[in-house]
């Protein structure tokens, strides 16, 4: 079954610079990745997501890539604010399949 | 009001007690899912239904049982709780057809004691 790798666990920036959160899948199938954001004493929600047709997507301060060869994808948040400040989660799957594998999640602290 | 809605927010019980979390949804989404979250582990998948009768394990069903009462609710009951199923639990939502897009609930804090 697929399996979804995510570094760092914890990443610590200060407000204006790039985040950027890494991960891996194991199955080349997958075609469809998204990302959730978990504030605090909520429930994920997502933010981006991108399929495997695409190399790149963008919105605003966000975008995410994705190198199929690999077998990698990654959130890049430019700008970053301390409403940044969450635990994000990528999560792979492919079509027909119907069920999203989560990454371990990474909490990012923006200080300002 | 939320668009999945999940009760009790927080409990605390004892080990060997049976508990019940419930999830409701405004969403009119046919597919429903409960989640596990633990630190470092992330959200692991413990029960999906696709439809009312339809009910499905996910990787970590060992301990628990769900029933689907309805279109709108699921239900996620434990029937006797251990302390290592303390842990955050998620109801998610989503459509049949188009993206695999989760609307999750708030989340319900179980501690067993």
């Known amino acids: 079954g697929e399996n979804v790798e995510q570094h760092p666990s914890t990443l610590s920036v200060q407000e204006g610079d790039s985040a950027v959160i890494k991960c891996t899948y194991s199955d080349s199938a997958s075609n469809y990745f998204p990302w959730y954001k978990q504030e605090l004493g909520k429930g994920p929600q997502l933010i981006i997501d991108?399929?495997?047709?695409?190399g790149e997507k963008k919105d605003q301060r966000i975008a995410v890539t994705l190198n199929k060869t690999a077998k990698h994808f990654s959130l890049h948040i430019t700008e970053t604010q301390p409403e940044d400040s969450a635990v994000y989660f990528c999560a792979a799957t492919y079509t027909g399949f119907q069920k999203l594998v989560f990454g371990t999640g990474t909490r990012l602290l923006v200080s300002p | 009001d939320a668009d999945v809605t999940q009760t009790p927010r927080n409990r605390i019980t004892k080990t060997g007690k049976r508990i019940m979390l419930e999830c409701s949804q405004t969403k009119g989404h046919d597919r429903m899912y409960w989640y596990r979250q633990d630190p470092g582990l992330g959200l692991r998948l413990i029960y999906y239904s696709f439809d009312v009768k339809d009910i499905n394990k996910g990787e970590i069903s060992d301990g628990y049982s769900v029933s689907r009462q309805a279109q709108a609710k699921f239900s996620l009951s434990l029937e006797s709780a251990i302390p290592n199923q303390t842990a955050l639990y998620f109801c998610?939502?989503?459509?049949?057809?188009?993206?695999?897009?989760?609307?999750f609930g708030a989340g319900s804090r179980l501690t067993v004691l």
């Open positions: 998610a939502t989503s459509a049949a057809s188009g993206a695999n897009v989760l609307t």
């Open positions: 991108i399929r495997s047709n695409v």
